[in-house]
């Protein structure tokens, strides 16, 4: 970052003397004005609950333009990624800051491919969760529990151990992933095939049974991979900023990404694509588009309660850039699957269609975001709608990782520590 000529001056209205705080602008995007010292010098705390003007932490992975609905991995533009790259590439990108040539991803891919398997013990660990357990509540177990089994790379200060936990933590979510979903239907999990893609990997061991093998297409292989690289990292989004927090603490890598899989399975997170769905579905049910003027009404009556799920976001003011990715997947995977007049489909580009020419959405800058096409395009590649989440999570590993990586080898990190306005009882 550097320093600008500019200050903030900051007076107050009554005899506490004013002062000067200095101003940062990184390479693009808003200027920051730098507050460190700010109690030290007048004894006040800035309030930003929610962080709504906070910027937490300087980086270089991942710039979110969210007036022009921009999203770049490393300065690429998400919509050249998508279309160019594979999640492996994408996954080393943000890794490292920069795509891998051929040795380099044939390296990678296969150190990926060396690390699939879970120690057996975790299977048994599976056995203990109840049939119906939600694949979340099993992933935020599993991977936390990583740590148990992996010693000789828990040192999250140690950069060789960061790089191996690294390496493990996206080799394993897809097992880990596939195991809390077979364990769901009562079948076994195949173990991994490392003669396939990532992708493909994981699209055999969700679907592969004893009695016969299974043959992904290439067009659901390519679109799921597409999916993993549209989630695969947003700046300092809510879980990433759990993953941040929680590894200042100097924890272990395996805990410092299960915080964020415990996170991101909020309904207002990662959550929503599960919800988004649900509410797709549910609409259908009342009457499909006939009824979504009976449904927006109530989401814009504030005592409703009632969101519209894959809408609205807190940097994006515009159209999100993964949402637009992703409404070109679902066309593709149902056209490929011949369900391309999927009800719906049809349903969520109706609603889409009405509240984008509605003032009460118009107002406040909601758009679709990456969460309201993303359960469609699941669920016609066969992913059940209660493992949405997981596959986000699967996802997102890779950027929680670089995140966490890029701070902890920041020499001006400390461990997170924010104040409070105290608004309790003084004294009794
Ligand atoms: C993700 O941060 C990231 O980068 C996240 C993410 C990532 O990749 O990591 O992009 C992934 O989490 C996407 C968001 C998925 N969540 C949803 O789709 C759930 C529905 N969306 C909302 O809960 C909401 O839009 C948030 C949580 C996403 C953003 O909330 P903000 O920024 O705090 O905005 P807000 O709640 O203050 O909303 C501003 C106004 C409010 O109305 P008023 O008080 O001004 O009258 O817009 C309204 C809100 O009530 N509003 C919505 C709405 N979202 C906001 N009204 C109806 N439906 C919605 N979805």
Redo the contacts with the bound molecule.
């Keep these: 970052m550097k320093s600008s000529e500019k200050r903030a001056v900051l007076t107050f209205s009554d005899a506490t003397p004013g002062i000067t705080l200095p101003i940062y602008q990184g390479s693009v995007g808003p200027e920051v004005i730098d507050i460190r010292s700010l109690y030290g010098k007048t004894g006040m705390f800035t309030y930003d609950p929610?962080f709504?003007s906070t910027a937490s932490c300087q980086s270089a992975i991942t710039y979110?333009d969210g007036d022009r609905g921009k999203l770049l991995y490393r300065g690429y533009p998400i919509e050249q990624l998508a279309a160019q790259c594979d999640y492996l590439e994408a996954c080393y990108l943000l890794l490292y800051g920069e795509l891998p040539d051929r040795d380099q991803k044939q390296e990678f891919v296969g150190l990926i491919a060396n690390h699939t398997m879970v120690n057996e013990q975790m299977h048994l660990m599976l056995r203990g969760f109840r049939r119906d357990a939600h694949p979340m509540a099993v992933l935020t177990s599993m991977a936390g529990a990583l740590a148990a089994f992996y010693h000789d790379s828990t040192d999250i200060n140690n950069p060789k151990h960061r790089e191996i936990a690294a390496i493990r933590l996206i080799a394993k979510m897809p097992t880990l992933v596939a195991m809390a979903y077979k364990h769901s239907v009562s079948q076994s999990c195949p173990y991994p095939n490392n003669a396939l893609s990532y992708s493909g990997n994981f699209m055999r061991m969700m679907f592969a049974t004893p009695c016969e093998d299974y043959e992904p297409s290439d067009v659901l292989v390519r679109a799921l991979d597409r999916i993993f690289i549209l989630?695969a990292d947003?700046?300092?989004?809510?879980?990433?900023s759990t993953v941040r927090l929680c590894g200042s603490s100097g924890t272990n890598p395996f805990a410092a990404i299960g915080a964020g899989i415990a996170c991101?399975w909020g309904?207002?997170?990662?959550g929503?694509?599960e919800?988004?769905l649900g509410m797709l579905q549910d609409i259908h049910a009342a009457g499909g588009v006939a009824r979504i003027g009976e449904f927006v009404a109530r989401?814009?009556d504030?005592n409703s309660g009632?969101?519209?799920?894959?809408?609205?976001?807190?940097?994006?003011k515009n159209y999100?850039p993964?949402a637009r990715l992703m409404r070109e997947t679902c066309h593709e995977v149902l056209g490929h699957l011949g369900v391309d007049r999927d009800p719906l489909l049809q349903l969520a580009m109706a609603l889409e269609k009405v509240t984008l020419e509605d003032e009460?959405?118009v107002s406040?800058k909601?758009y679709p975001?990456?969460?309201?096409y993303s359960g469609i395009v699941l669920r016609a590649i066969g992913i059940p709608v209660s493992l949405f989440t997981a596959i986000?999570a699967l996802s997102?590993t890779v950027g929680w990782i670089a995140q966490l990586n890029e701070m902890m080898a920041d020499p001006d990190y400390r461990i997170g520590r924010p104040r409070q306005l105290f608004t309790g009882t003084v004294l009794r």
């Design positions: 929610g709504l979110i989630h947003h700046e300092q989004n809510t879980s990433t991101l309904p207002a997170h990662g929503a694509n919800a988004c989401v814009k504030e009632v969101k519209l799920m894959g809408f609205g976001h807190r940097v994006y999100d993964r009460y959405f406040r909601l975001n990456v969460d309201f986000f997102r």
